[in-house]
């Protein structure tokens, strides 16, 4: 709005077209008290509206992670007291069993009731038997378990030993993240610099939202096309014997990072400024140095936050490494084996789990970890890595 009329007038006096809208004085202009933010409410309640909303997302995210961190926590001294249900409930299926050491159902057993040295009944007292019991509820080195069985080997939480080794569901997630980065990481970086640097602005204009639309694909459909297409065809090409093995995941999970590399890393080459290349043009230099001696190595702290934000997708991926993996947690460095994930994990056994049992527990430590690990991830590619690349295209590093 323009409250100026005879802007370029020197010798008028500056003054409002409509002075009602402003505080103005013509011997005075604009006063102190004229300038001074007047008081609205409309203003006021939107402002407090969006500040309380943030907040209150902040605030359920923050109780989210609160809630996930808690319900873990119980797996460090819980084992006790699962280890006691354990022997009262072995105890009272020993009491049915006959002489031939076969179990009985339906037949009364006779208790015996402890007596003194006078033949006299004593109730109350404690027996041998419970005195053995009272040991056997003792923590042993095994309900420390925990611990121990969480750095195990093994896998097998239904069971009347359960083992809770995550060693081979963190190998398999890492060895889905490598195959899946591998593959994704040259294909996107490519694809963005020649959209960058190549492309004319109507090719650009078809490829980057077709890519990106890529990202918008329910990861129920790639884990489906990687289910029966992905993993018949590399069966066919390779030869292997497992049908769905983690090469297979990880070129499925290649699919959904793809998306997320590329627009970033475009982002970062186009924000490049255009001096560089007009420099190395000048110099000599053909279009495919520039692009890829001058305008890619000054983009590499966003290609590496690209890298870093794909990582975290494919690692707390959930639907497609469920799909195409196998679902084995094997601890085997064969790419063609079939493999378990942190997530799938999660995913596959969540809703059969009894609630407050150690397997739940288990579970809800396994989301902190990926939380953890993603949230590294990203706090990394956003605060560190952006942070450089925004002083090197400003010349201050």
């Keep these: 709005m323009n409250y100026f009329e005879n802007i370029n007038n020197d010798d008028e006096e500056l003054k409002p077209k409509d002075e009602n809208t402003l505080d103005y004085s013509p011997q005075k202009g604009f006063t102190s008290e004229s300038l001074k933010k007047k008081f609205r409410l409309s203003e006021f309640l939107a402002e407090k509206l969006i500040t309380l909303i943030a907040f209150l997302s902040i605030t359920i995210i923050i109780l989210i992670f609160v809630f996930v961190f808690r319900e873990s926590l119980p797996i460090f001294y819980k084992t006790k007291k699962a280890k006691t249900e354990k022997i009262i409930s072995t105890n009272s299926k020993t009491e049915n069993v006959n002489s031939n050491g076969q179990e009985t159902y339906g037949v009364e057993t006779k ?15 404690v027996t041998d038997n419970n005195k053995i019991k009272e040991e056997e509820r003792k923590e042993t080195p095994e309900d420390r378990a925990s611990f121990r069985n969480l750095t195990g080997r093994i896998w097998q939480p239904v069971s009347d030993d359960p083992k809770y080794g995550l060693l081979p569901l963190f190998l398999g997630t890492f060895k889905i993240t490598i195959i899946a980065m591998l593959f994704a990481a040259p294909v996107a970086i490519l694809a963005a610099l020649f959209t960058s640097n190549f492309a004319s602005k109507r ?37 292997y014997e497992t049908r769905l093995n983690a090469f297979v995941g990880g070129i499925a999970m290649a699919l959904a990072a793809i998306p997320i590399i590329y627009t970033i890393t475009e982002d970062a080459l186009t924000a490049i400024p255009k001096t560089y290349t007009e420099a190395s043009l000048a110099l000599g230099a053909s279009s495919w140095q520039t692009a890829f001696f001058v305008t890619l190595p000054a983009a590499t702290p966003g290609i590496f936050a690209a890298i870093l934000l794909g990582t975290g997708r494919v690692f707390g991926e959930t639907m497609i490494v469920l799909m195409a993996t196998g679902n084995a947690a094997m601890i085997s460095l064969n790419p063609f084996d079939s493999v378990r994930t942190l997530s799938a994990t999660i995913g596959a056994e969540m809703a059969e789990v009894v609630f407050g049992d150690t397997h739940y527990n288990v579970l809800f430590l396994i989301g902190s970890l990926l939380f953890i690990f993603t949230f590294t991830l990203n706090a990394i590619a956003e605060f560190y890595v952006k942070g450089k690349l925004v002083k090197r295209i400003q010349g201050k590093s």
Excluded: D
């Design 111 to 125: 208790k015996e009731t402890p007596t003194n040295s006078n033949g006299q009944e004593q109730y109350g007292a």
């Design 203 to 239: 090719m650009k204009e078809i490829i980057k939202p077709a890519v990106e639309l890529l990202a918008g694909f329910p990861s129920v459909v790639v884990g489906f096309f990687a289910l029966m297409v992905l993993a018949s065809f590399f069966q066919n090409v390779f030869g």
